[in-house]
């Protein structure tokens, strides 16, 4: 199927910055869309950022201007860069990728096995 390999995350102060990875590996026909996740202690997954194949992106509310979403199609890989990092940014964060695999030969969704970030003086 297709693997996603997430790395970068760890402790970081206020204020600091950090940048997160995602490599896709496996039976892969096509990506379409890849994004990052978030989710905190007792709360729901959510979006954070979105970089579909035609481009566009979309970000949270809450790490507008803040965080930056980035993708190299040729090599499956997507960065999110997140700067002004704030407790409330706090999570695990898991890689995700909307893919046509050359098992099934459908579109799915995959994901990463997530990253801990944490945010803390």
């Known amino acids: 199927q297709v693997q996603l390999v997430e790395s970068g995350g760890g402790l970081v102060q206020p204020g600091g910055s950090l940048r997160l990875s995602c490599a896709a590996s496996?039976?892969?026909?096509?990506?379409?869309?890849m994004g990052w996740y978030r989710q905190a202690p007792g709360k729901q997954r959510e979006l954070v950022a979105l970089f579909t194949n035609g481009r566009a992106t979309n970000y949270a509310d809450s790490v507008k201007g803040r965080f930056t979403i980035s993708r190299d199609n040729a090599k499956n890989t997507a960065s999110l860069q997140m700067n002004s990092l704030k407790p409330e940014d706090t999570a695990v964060y898991y890689c995700n990728a909307d893919a046509i695999s050359t098992i099934t030969w459908r579109a799915g969704s995959f994901w990463g096995q997530g990253t801990q970030v944490t945010v803390s003086s």
């Open positions: 496996g039976s892969i026909f096509s990506i379409n869309a």
